[in-house]
């Protein structure tokens, strides 16, 4: 009885350690995930939080600019403006129509300042009809479907 | 020939309703013919799966692209090499593989135990055939790889139209291990369905003792095999593919490849306590049961879009089947064991904390808390949601802040717990044991220090490291050299024979060295370094000890894609070492490009450079340079798991005395009295076959 008691104990202690270190880890890594329209209602703190947003690249909005590049998502109808300012180079798959997930902040008039951008086109995996792809890779689309 | 596999699968369909009825009737019944005519129809459901598996891939072999599937995951310029993993490439195909490997465990359990252990074996047959049956169900009716283009003309008629050519198969995918991973993988995942059906049956039937285990041993470890060498494979593909210079991001589907490999190892350890002490029974059945829930869920996550991935199958409405099915799989679990759970009562309890017993329940228990992280994290968009209602992911720092601890108390536990003695162990042996290798690493810890380490987890990794290494050679000198006094044979032939004779315990020491390896080998991500630059003809980078000198680029033209290549000539203190070829290639039939990393690995360090792409900003193509030290352990380590696994699989060559140094170190100086050794190793020895 004693032995088990031991390790009933040492099982506490590893669980209750590595508990902590997760919501630490959690706390460092935490993204949340938002719909375009979901944006403007954002207020106070959460404004500063790590954001994801999914979308669509609207058709021709994509400027190279130096040291950014701009477009705009579009999703069910709303337009978010977006600046790239990452170093990588964009993904080939990001060009117009592709779904896009953008992962940075907003500033406070509204613009998205993203700093990696993931892109697909619509066949990535499963050459899907058209738009029936409501998007694995896309959180926002998730949500609704 | 679409239509010759689609009957077969509907066949094998009702075939299996027929196993699974025939079978239960047969376990009522306990009628001869019954048991064997359900065993009959086992073997039936298997075959049919392999005629339909046959059927598709000769649709891609023929450039059948009336079939919806062939024309979506490949093209007519495709290799054959990889028309073979185009087959499963996709939802559908991939989800027949799934049956079709199911289907060879599946045939080579019932056949190797036909006539054997009639008490069990109608049981494991109806587990079997039902999880065959929900695959079937998948293949037939909710995702067949059978559809075909299909137009109707003027009078109503339906006929067949073929596409000119077919979408072709996602670049990223066209690397010679795409066609190994996924076979590796899938069997690994399948293969664990074997041990789950003997547990359940076992447990329904109230089969004694525990034969079972005994009997899927072997089953188990090919099961683990695959699997890691699975878990390799794709990251060593991701690595040499996706060209962001790391082989591992806790990305969903890595995650859902990792959880049953963390609870299968842990009921590899943990039934080592069931043969020898008879405990642990309701553990190592939950343990096994999850296993097969996890790998069932893993297939699940894969397809289903549940949580965003980067490389899942688009989402579809077949999330549902699997959640119905882990459903029931869950309630028959539960119902099996609440019914006959007096029947798993424990013979023994822990009797000391400084005992084997001891270090294996530590060793499950953070195999288990692990397995929850990994889980908790991959879910924790769909959990946060349900809770907060607010979508949030966690990243990296969440997954290795849990991680990287447990990993390290596991390599403690790996170097403890085989010299810790089964009961109980004195202080005076671990004294013995440790004293060195515990100095060993000390010593390689305090010369890392001095050249300059001071990465917390890297010190600590590299000292256990090498404590572990020690404890596994003192392992293997401690036995050979009571082998080499009592024959007279050098040490290494000696160490070679001891091996042989158990080679259960002394593969598993070879897969705990593998297993050290790839510790190491992670280790050296604290060191990674890598830049970035718009590069023309002429530009020079440098990194670590390289410059990299941009020579030209280049474009060729393949039949199946075009690719641009940039030259660059790498040298090291002023003396040119190699050429490297990073590549950019774009395939014209799904207008994707793909990267070919260029990759020099040596044991000290990779250069790994990419082509990345043109830079947003001056249009120059930008060349990333990756220097990763000690990659390649990673992989050899998982040769020397696999290989470990092979000779732990192996028969042993004589049940005689094997010296268990845990048990009689512990009072008898070890090669002093062998006669003496060899009694109490006697005793355990016919426990160690199966």
Known sequence: MKSK???????????????????????????????????????????????????????????????????????????????????????????????????????????FVAETVQAKCASKYEAAPAQAQPGSESGVSDRKS | MDLFGSYALLLAFALAIYAIAGGIAAVITRRPLLIKSARNAGFAVCVLIWLGMASLVYLFFTDNFTMAYVAEHSNRNLATFYKISAVWSGQEGS?????????????????AYRGKHPELMPYVGVVLAAVQLFFLTLNNFVASPFKVFAATSGGGVMHLVSQADGHGLNPLLQYPEMVIHPPVLYSGYTGFTIPFAFAMAALLGRYP??????????????????????????????YAVLGWGGYWSWDPVENASLMPWLTGTAFLHSVMMQEKRGMMRVW????????????????????SGVVSSVHAFAQSSIG?????????????CLAAFLKNRDYLRSDNQLDSMLSRESSFLFNNLILLVACVAVLSGTLFPVLSEAVRGTK?????????????????????????????????????????????????????????????????????CLLLSAFVTFTILSEFYRGARVISARTGSNLLSSARQLTMRNTRRYGGYVIHFGMVLIFIGICGQAFNQDKQMDMSAGSVMTIGPYRLHLQNFDSDQQPNYSSERATIDVDQGGRSVMMLY?????????????????????????????YAGRSPDSNLPVIHAYLNPLVKW?????????????????????????????????????????????????????RDND
Not at chain 1, 23 to 40: D, F, M, N, R
Not at chain 2, 284 to 303: A, C, K, S
Request: hydrophobic fraction near 50%; glycine fraction near 8%; aromatic fraction near 12%.
């Open chain 1, 5 to 111: 008691a031991k390790f009933a104990i040492g099982a506490g202690i590893i669980i209750v350690t590595l508990f902590c270190l997760a919501w630490v880890g959690a706390q460092q890594s935490k993204t949340y995930y938002h719909t375009i329209s979901e944006l403007p209602t954002l207020t106070g703190a959460s404004l500063h939080q790590r954001l994801r947003v999914g979308g669509d690249v609207k058709a021709g909005s994509i400027q190279h600019l130096s040291g950014r590049v701009d477009f705009v998502l579009v999703e069910q109808g709303k337009d978010l403006s977006v600046s790239y300012v990452g170093t990588d180079p964009l993904p080939d798959t990001f060009k117009d129509g592709a779904q896009c997930l953008v992962e940075g902040k907003v500033t406070p008039d509204g613009r």
């Open chain 2, 95 to 111: 989800l027949l593989f799934w049956s079709f490997l199911l289907s060879i465990y599946v045939f080579s359990a019932l056949f």
């Open chain 2, 209 to 238: 003792g525990e034969k079972w285990i005994h009997l899927t041993r072997r089953w188990t470890m090919i099961a683990w095999c695959f699997q890691s060498a699975g878990i390799l494979l794709g990251a060593h593909w991701a």
């Open chain 2, 284 to 303: 190592n059945v939950w343990l096994v049961f999850t296993t097969f829930l996890l790998v069932i869920f893993g297939t699940f996550l894969t397809r």
């Open chain 2, 320 to 332: 549902r089947w699997f959640v119905g099915f882990l459903i029931l799989a869950i309630a028959v």
């Open chain 2, 392 to 460: 949030i992911s966690v990243g990296a720092p969440f997954f290795n802040r849990v991680n990287i601890p447990i990993a390290m108390f596991l390599l403690f536990l790996t170097g403890v717990g085989p010299l810790l003695a089964w009961r109980k162990t004195s202080v005076e042996s671990l004294r013995r044991n440790f004293g060195w290798p515990l100095l060993a690493g000390i010593v390689g810890a305090v010369i890392a220090v001095a050249f300059g380490l001071r990465d917390f987890y890297v010190t600590l």
């Open chain 2, 582 to 610: 990073p590549q950019r290639r774009f395939y014209p039939s799904n207008e994707e490009s793909g990267t070919m990393v260029a990759i020099s690995s040596t044991l000290r360090e990779d250069l790994y450079v990419v």
């Open chain 2, 634 to 686: 990673i992989w050899l380590g998982g040769v020397i798991v696999v290989l470990g696994t092979i000779l732990a699989l192996l028969p042993n060559r004589h049940a005689v005395l094997v010296m268990s140094p845990a048990t009689e170190s512990a009072f008898v100086p070890a090669g002093a009295q062998p006669a003496r050794a060899s009694i109490s190793a006697r005793a355990q020895i016919p």
